[in-house]
Structures are given as structure tokens and as C-alpha cells.
């Protein structure tokens, strides 16, 4: 049994709250009496890609587990790489920040979908030959591709206006590919669906919620910040369809 746990959307930004919020999940990963085999998380670590924020996530991801990160609309690629050189291996010393890790016989493709100054993702040209030639590589174990911005619509008025872009030519390049999930964030809400044929798992907000239109939570706003924190929980076992948990620690 392979256990990714999956955070997103931390949002960090110097304030006590979203550090407690953060503390809530570390403090649940930090109780198995199993630990995970990695922690993967879909972007949007700081809110305003300063240093000083990304020194509060280093701080606030120090697990016994390896952690892999990448970044989203929120964070800035020479701020990210600066402060948390000891997460994020990356050729290059700006835009796009993208990763490949091998953790426990498992690899991961992180993906950098993220547009400068923008907040909506888009894959360039560039990258979608970069992601074809990795996908193409020989692997024994699971592979899971991860990114922040999903490749579809929210069905929420502001949500998707700045959502993936470009989706044919993603889809293109991953049809076939064997790839066991997908993994994305961006949305601050659990939710499950397939795109290209493959499993496509989305972690909830740690920071807060961005309700539907017409469900009671949202009174007119994007963000809940009052709804509880949360993380998925994918179980890869091999021969078995990947099972995915959604936790909410109080």
C-alpha cells in the first residue's frame, strides 16, 4: 500500500491563522500510526510569493515524510526557488518550476501550469514537450502527475475565468500515457473526476473553501474562510483502482 497525502492552497501570509490552519493537518499527518510515503502539495503555498512567506512554509512542512511542492497563481517562481531550496529541485532559476521525484518507487511529475503575473494556467508549447518526453520514460511503479490549475470548469462565475487553458493539447499528451492519477489543486475543494481517461484527484483548500454559487455557504462570496481545513488521502495499491479519503481534521 502506497499513501500520498495531498494538501493545497496554504496560502500563507504571515498571519497566525493560516499558520494554525496549516498546524491542524501537520498535526493529523504527525498521529499515523502508519506515516505516509509523501506529501504532495498543488500550489499556491504563499499568498503574495514574498520570502518572508516562504520561510513560513518551510517552516510549517517540516514532516518526518518527504514533501514535494509546486507552485500556483499565488506564488512567485525566484521567490519559491530562493526560499525553499531544500524542497524544490528544478533546473533553472525562474519560470516554470518543473519537477521530476522518485519517492519510494513511486514517481511524480510535477508540473508548473502557472502563467507569470497571470491567474489562470496555460501549458506553453515548451512545457507540454517537456511533459511528453518525461511521460515517455520508463517506470516500474505508480506515476502521478501533478499541477495546480485543473483542466476543467468549476461551473462557478470567477472560478472559471481563470482556470487551465489549453486543454486539448494537455489532453493530448497525456492520452495513453501510463499514468496512474492526476493530481491538482487551485479550486479549494475535494473533488474527484477523470481527464484524458485518468484519474484526476483535487485536494481541498487548507486556507478555506470556494463554495458553488447556489450552495448555503457562500452568501455572495468566493471564499469561505471559515470552512474546515483539508487534505485528500490517495491509496495506490497495485492491481486496485486508486482509492482517494477526504479528511477534514477539526
Known amino acids: 500500500m502506497y499513501v500520498i497525502a495531498h494538501l493545497s492552497d496554504l496560502h500563507l501570509d504571515g498571519s497566525d491563522e493560516a499558520r494554525d490552519r496549516l498546524r491542524r493537518i501537520t498535526s493529523y499527518l504527525r498521529e499515523f500510526s502508519r506515516p ?10 504563499a499568498d503574495h510569493g514574498l520570502e518572508s512567506e516562504y520561510a513560513e512554509v518551510a517552516a510549517g512542512l517540516k514532516l ?18 530562493a526560499g525553499l531550496t531544500s524542497y524544490v529541485d ?17 514517481r511524480f511529475v510535477l508540473v508548473d501550469s502557472t502563467v507569470p503575473d497571470e491567474d489562470h494556467g496555460l501549458l506553453s508549447e ?11 520514460e520508463s517506470v516500474d511503479g505508480p506515476l502521478f502527475v501533478a499541477f495546480h490549475h485543473p ?7 470567477v472560478m472559471d ?32 473526476s477523470t481527464f484524458a481517461g485518468i484519474p484526476l484527484r483535487v485536494a481541498p483548500g487548507v486556507r478555506s473553501s470556494i463554495p458553488l454559487p447556489f450552495e448555503p455557504a457562500s452568501s455572495g462570496r468566493v471564499v469561505d474562510p471559515a470552512a474546515h481545513p483539508g ?18 481534521p477539526a
Open 90 to 106: 528544478s533546473p533553472g532559476d525562474g519560470h516554470p518550476v518543473h519537477q521530476v521525484h522518485d519517492v519510494a518507487g513511486a
Open 231 to 248: 487534505l485528500a488521502l490517495h491509496i495506490h495499491v497495485s492491481g486496485e483502482p486508486l482509492q482517494t479519503l477526504y479528511r477534514f
Open 161 to 192: 475565468e481563470i482556470m487551465m487553458r489549453g486543454r486539448d493539447s494537455f489532453e493530448a499528451v497525456l492520452r495513453d500515457k501510463p499514468v496512474t492519477a492526476l493530481l491538482a489543486g487551485h479550486v479549494h475543494n475535494a473533488m474527484a
Open 36 to 45: 505516509a510515503d509523501v506529501v504532495v502539495v498543488t500550489g499556491d503555498l
Open 64 to 81: 518526518d515524510v518527504p514533501v514535494l511542492l509546486l507552485p500556483g497563481n499565488h506564488d512567485r517562481s525566484a521567490a519559491l526557488r
Open 126 to 136: 515548451e512545457s507540454l514537450a517537456w511533459l511528453d518526453g518525461v511521460l515517455r
Open 151 to 157: 483542466p476543467f470548469d468549476l461551473h462557478h462565475p
